[in-house]
């Protein structure tokens, strides 16, 4: 049965065959992903067209250490207007560009590479004070 808007008569007004939603798309190479953030029907699968491309998020860092990312906020604020849902991935990347609060998955993170940071330095502080004992 083909998704045709309703009459108004039957008071539920025009149909919508699927929930949009903010997602990553994957380009570029092995090795070096780039990515599009896009609005498409979540049914569809990330090789179809898009509906619209809000963004780009390329997670490898430059010469700078600088992961480059690139948002349309106004569209961004139009679609989450028209009650497009946001990935998971989507909603951390726009927690820590500001537009939503920042995701707890962000602070986890954060929180597991500060302790493999500091382990890292403690290891690194007693490899380095064994030989200068053991030869004194």
Same mark, same amino acid.
């Given at each position: 049965?083909?998704?045709?808007?309703?009459?108004? &008569? #039957? =008071?539920?007004?025009?149909?919508?065959? +699927?929930?949009?939603?903010?997602?990553?798309?994957?380009?570029?190479? #092995?090795?070096?992903? +780039?990515?599009?953030?896009?609005v498409?029907? &979540?049914k *569809?699968?990330?090789?179809?067209a898009?509906?619209?491309? *809000?963004?780009?998020?390329?997670?490898m860092?430059?010469?700078?250490? %600088?992961?480059?990312?690139? *948002? !349309?906020? %106004?569209?961004?604020?139009?679609?989450?207007? &028209?009650?497009?849902?946001? &990935?998971?991935?989507?909603? %951390?990347?726009? =927690? *820590?560009?500001?537009?939503?609060?920042?995701?707890?998955?962000?602070?986890?993170?954060?929180?597991? !590479?500060? =302790?493999?940071?500091?382990?890292? %330095?403690?290891?690194?502080? +007693?490899? #380095?004070?064994?030989?200068?004992? #053991?030869?004194?």
């Open positions: 049965m083909p998704r045709l808007p309703l009459h108004p &008569s #039957s =008071g539920t007004g025009r149909m919508q065959p +699927f929930v949009k939603v903010i997602r990553f798309v994957r380009y570029g190479c #092995s090795n070096r992903p +780039f990515f599009h953030i896009v498409m029907n &979540s *569809l699968n990330q090789h179809h898009p509906i619209e491309q *809000l963004g780009t998020y390329d997670p860092p430059n010469k700078y250490n %600088e992961k480059l990312i690139a *948002l !349309n906020f %106004e569209r961004i604020q139009y679609w989450l207007g &028209s009650h497009a849902n946001v &990935s998971k991935p989507v909603a %951390e990347l726009f =927690g *820590l560009a500001g537009f939503y609060p920042v995701h707890p998955r962000t602070y986890i993170t954060a929180w597991r !590479n500060r =302790g493999d940071y500091n382990k890292a %330095e403690e290891d690194k502080d +007693f490899n #380095s004070a064994t030989p200068a004992e #053991s030869a004194g």
